[in-house]
């Protein structure tokens, strides 16, 4: 797909043409502002896009809830969208596996009964209703996709195939499809970012997706009196960067919108542990590096281990991939093996297997302890000190000694941040505690948990794990509150 079909629409094509129609948007033509700009073209950006579309989501007339409480709400505003009902109100009393009450709302009308095992089918049915589209633009850096097209392909997903999926499109059935099966329910990486860059084709929002678009600034001003007098208390935002074209040229965009949503993930910049010699060439922070080593030959079964540094699924990721190529590894961890916050320890083991295996790995494989696990060793509540020049790691043990090991590689895998650099501030003022680094897991952005607005600035909107959504089964909802409250705010324009 070339750039000129991802500009939105009505514009002239190529990047050039960007730049005019952004600078329209500017307020210096008389074009009207867009109503929201969507910085981020993952999951979470595509399924606003979907629902801003026109796409509107009603309760199929004979279909009744397995949710008692949740059926008799329902039943209530027949014939009602569900944008057009209040997301409070339907979500009070739900419980999951998600402490957005928004997310477990949509999540339990998409899929009723998927905690218990079942297989319901979504008591929801879609429309599309051009007249409700809402002009907006999906800024992505890469494809359709976003942070899915730079994970491993082969790597099988953490969660479940029909939970990667979106609205009005099971992924079982794009498998079927592309005559693709599902592995134990889940699908690869590949298989989810080629089926996000279709659901974008075949729900038709191609024109309102613009791909190799970096964002360097958003800022807004005070809020403008309107003709009548009376103050808008929602400001202009000033949305600018670049556009890469492929010939690699780049070509500066200028946008103007009443609303930007946040839509960027989290996978930007991975964390350090900021120690001495992290820097060195052999300290990496991504599993791509462990892949390119291995291709490489420059790892083999006969190098020194592979230190993986962290307790989470990306540390665990590079175990598997370490060990299904017989590459010696130690695992070092600072937190104690049976710690509940692990996030092993809050997975199924029937439906994940393999992290449960190197789970039992880590308990079982101790440092200390003779191994069960050819080639694996664990160091559990070790604290890495340094890296040295000559490849060697430095640990002090639980009981207070320093343990020296030689290494081919490392991997630090211990989490990533969102990178908000074109806010000002980086963003932090927006964070539910502004004195610590925004983080998705420990201090997301604040934002209303029924609009997903933030709480810091009126038609700025973040979702996904900038708003404390970690799975794709649970953004779709951020996309519904953001979709609802938009729609209210243009309902309430004056003509």
């Known amino acids: 797909m070339s750039l000129h079909s991802r500009l939105p629409a009505p514009c002239p094509p190529p990047a050039t043409a960007m730049s005019n129609w952004g600078k329209d948007h500017l307020g210096t033509g008389s074009s009207e502002p867009l109503t929201a700009v969507i910085i981020g073209n993952g999951p979470s950006g595509i399924c606003l896009s979907y629902l801003l579309s ?6 199929k007339p004979d279909a009744v809830h397995p949710h008692p409480l949740l059926q008799r709400k329902l039943a209530e505003a027949p014939g009602v969208a569900i944008l057009d009902q209040d997301l409070n109100y339907l979500s009070e009393g ?3 596996r998600c402490q957005s009450p928004v997310a477990l709302l949509f999540d339990a009308l998409l899929r009723p009964d998927t905690d218990f095992g079942g297989d319901m089918e979504s008591v929801l049915t879609w429309k599309h209703q051009k007249e409700r589209a809402i002009p907006h633009v999906v800024l992505g850096r890469n494809l359709p996709g ?3 097209h730079s994970i491993e392909g082969s790597m099988v997903t953490l969660s479940r195939g029909q939970w990667m999926g979106l609205p009005d499109l099971p992924v079982k059935d794009w498998m079927r499809r592309k005559r693709r099966g599902l592995r134990n329910s889940r699908a690869t990486a590949g298989d989810i970012a080629h089926y996000y860059r279709d659901y974008v084709i075949k729900k038709g929002l191609g024109p309102n997706f613009v791909s190799g678009a970096v964002v360097t600034a958003v800022e807004w001003g005070i809020p403008e009196p309107s ?3 009376a103050q808008d208390p929602s400001p202009l935002f000033h949305v600018s960067g670049f556009l890469t074209a492929e010939d690699r040229s780049q070509q500066p965009f200028s946008l103007c919108a009443r609303n930007v949503v946040l839509a960027t993930g989290t996978s930007d910049s991975p964390a350090r542990l900021g120690l001495p010699g992290e820097a060195l060439p052999f300290v990496h922070h991504e599993l791509s590096a462990l892949e390119v080593a291995t291709r490489a030959g420059l790892v083999t079964p006969a190098s020194d281990p592979v230190l993986i540094v962290g307790a989470g699924l990306s540390a665990a990721d590079a175990v598997l991939y370490a060990r299904h190529y017989n590459i010696p590894v ?6 104690p093996v049976d710690d509940p916050g692990l996030v092993f320890n809050q997975l199924p083991k029937m439906l994940y297997p393999e992290y449960h295996k190197v789970h039992q790995m880590m308990r079982e494989q101790s440092i200390l302890s003779p191994s069960p696990y050819e080639g694996y ?5 070790h604290q890495l000190l340094l890296f040295k020049e000559d490849r060697q790691a430095v640990f002090r043990d639980p009981k207070g000694l320093q343990k020296v090991f030689g290494v081919s590689l490392v991997l630090v895998l211990i989490g990533s941040h969102p990178n908000l650099s074109f806010l000002p501030g980086a963003g932090t003022d927006l964070a539910v505690d502004p004195d610590q680094p925004l983080s998705a897991k420990r201090n997301p952005i ?3 948990p029924f609009t997903y607005q933030s709480t810091q600035q009126e038609g700025l909107y973040a979702m996904g794990p900038l708003a404390g959504d970690n799975f794709v089964r649970f953004v779709q909802g951020g996309a519904l509150a953001v979709a609802s409250s938009l729609m209210r705010k243009e309902a309430s324009k004056p003509p």
Do not use: N, Q
Not at 54 to 59: E, K
Not at 377 to 381: A, D
């Open 54 to 59: 026109g796409y509107t989501p009603y309760v």
């Open 94 to 96: 739900l419980e999951g």
């Open 146 to 148: 976003g942070a899915w």
């Open 227 to 229: 003709g009548s007098g």
């Open 330 to 335: 130690i695992h070092a961890f600072r937190r």
């Open 377 to 381: 060793r664990s160091l559990p509540e």
């Open 446 to 448: 604040d934002v209303d």
